[in-house]
């Protein structure tokens, strides 16, 4: 079992989850069912959160997406780059402020700036491309508003874990290795 022997370091969870993730990226994280992209999402937003680094949305696009989205000349997106905008850029935001919270202490006043930045980033995203998906989107925004909300107001994953009956579906995996040592 991966956490017989306790916590793992920061660095270990890392490996673990490079050893895990697809190595190159593919329609899944942007696709129609939210599952695998809510999976995939929360494990490299984790990832890079164990690595000390923040996760841009480019480096989890395909690679002709991640070549659009990074080239400032860009006006006319693909059809393939606005749907992982949207999708993507819509629930990214939400994904990295959920993976800080677990991961480290945030002040109430940080969260506050962290919180308004990531509906202005997450609003922004979801303006960006029309998609009959608005409501899918939307339902799993709620979702990690509402883990969210939950996480700023407990004082440790214990007791997060506590309230989601010690193993809700989407946050174990990143309740698990959040419990890394720095």
């Not at 850029?89 to 994904?95: D, F, I, K, V, Y």
Request: hydrophobic letters at 35%.
């Amino acid at each position: 079992m991966l956490f017989s022997g306790g916590a793992l370091t920061a660095l270990e969870g890392a490996a673990v989850l490079d050893r895990h993730l697809p190595k190159k990226n593919n329609y899944r994280i942007s696709g129609d069912f939210g599952v695998a992209r809510d999976r995939l999402l929360r494990a490299h937003v984790l990832n890079a959160t164990l690595l000390g680094k923040e996760i841009e949305i480019h480096e989890l696009a395909e690679e002709a997406v991640a070549k659009e989205l990074l080239d400032p000349k860009a006006s006319n997106f693909s059809r393939e780059s606005r749907v992982f905008r949207h999708r993507v850029g819509t629930l990214l935001p939400w994904h990295i402020l959920r993976t800080k919270l677990l991961h480290g202490k945030m002040s109430e006043d940080e969260f506050e700036i962290r919180l308004q930045g990531t509906i202005e980033g997450s609003d922004k995203s979801q303006r960006s491309e029309y998609s009959e998906h608005v409501s899918h989107t939307k339902s799993e925004i709620a979702v990690l508003r509402f883990e969210v909300d939950l996480l700023a107001k407990k004082k440790n994953s214990d007791e997060v874990m506590t309230c989601f009956g010690g193993g809700y579906r989407q946050t174990s995996l990143a309740y698990d290795l959040a419990r890394c040592r720095t």
